[in-house]
Every structure is written in C-alpha cells, then in structure tokens.
C-alpha cells in the first residue's frame, strides 16, 4: 500500500441546515417575484418578444434554483493523509489539494468568528492578514501555519481530533 492512501483522519461537512433552509426561502421568494414581474409584464401593452421570455424565465426561476441546488451539494472533506493534509470543496474541487506536512510550522485548534474573521462560510480569504480559509459552518477548526508564514483555517466540527490526527503525521516527517 502506499505512502498517499493510507487515510488516518477523515471528515465530511456540510452547510448547516439553517443555512440551506435560509437560501431556499430566500431563492423561493425569487422564483415567486420573478413570476409577479413576469405576469405584470404580460399583461402590459408592450409583451416580451420570446427572447426577452425565455432571458426572463432563465434568470427569475433557473438561476435561484441553481443556487439552492448548488448549496445542497456543497460539502468539505478533510482527510489526513500519511503524507499530508488533503482538502476538497464539492464541486469547486474536483481533486483533492494537497498541503504538505513538511511545509507547516504549526497546527493548533481554536475557536474563531466566522463573519468577523472571514467574512463568512465558504471558501475564504481572511480579513487582516489572518489567511485563506475553508469551512462550512460552526465556529471551531485547526490553524494552520506554514513556514514561509502563510494561513489557512480548516473548519472542523472535531478540531481537536484534526488537530492530533495532523500533529502525528508532522512528527513522523
């Protein structure tokens, strides 16, 4: 077996449910007032000509529905490799990003303030020089920091078992 697949940590996230709840209302009431527009619309004096029905249809009713979908599916895997730390955001990563344990100088769990500090769930670029983050919801995840002074937070809702599963694998290197 080799060095890559033997797997010591893995965790799977996805956006807290209230979260998804808020943008699917959110992308309802989208859909509801684009068929409003779109009915005062018709009924006026000056119809749109199909183009201008099939740009309004798209964009009132397909674009939300996108966006509720595409938040559905949306989820962060961590895994601890004996090789390194490998991160993937379904579906903006379609291969795992690797960090190389060798390249890190520390790794700490900590609590942090997701909008204050990042602007948000996601993945993110820090306020502040606080560095990248990826996370998807709750407020804790391991700190890491690489040896030319780079950041990245990976959230975690067991950051105390990421944080041991990736010291382990910085002191067998």
């Known amino acids: ?62 674009v939300p529905i996108a966006i509720a979908a595409l938040f559905y599916f949306l989820k962060l895997e961590t895994e601890v490799r004996a090789d390194g730390l490998y991160i993937r955001f379904v579906p903006f990563h379609i ?19 997701p909008i204050r500090e990042y602007g948000g769930w996601g993945i993110r670029c820090g306020l502040s020089g606080r560095g990248r983050a990826y996370n998807v919801s709750g407020n804790k995840g391991v700190q890491l920091v690489f040896k030319g002074g780079r950041k990245l937070l990976i959230g975690s809702q067991k950051a105390e078992k990421l944080q041991g599963a990736i010291r382990s694998i910085m002191k067998r290197s």
């Open 1 to 62: 077996m080799n060095k890559e697949a033997v797997i010591i940590y893995r965790e799977e996230q996805s956006f807290a449910a209230w979260l998804r709840w808020l943008v699917n209302i959110t992308m309802a009431l989208a859909v509801l007032l684009s068929v409003f527009a779109l009915d005062k619309e018709l009924r006026g004096y000056n119809p749109p000509n199909t183009t201008e029905l099939v740009i309004i249809i798209l964009a009132g009713v397909g």
């Open 95 to 113: 291969h795992f990003k690797k960090f190389a344990v060798d390249d890190l100088s520390e790794c700490y769990a900590r609590r942090y303030k």
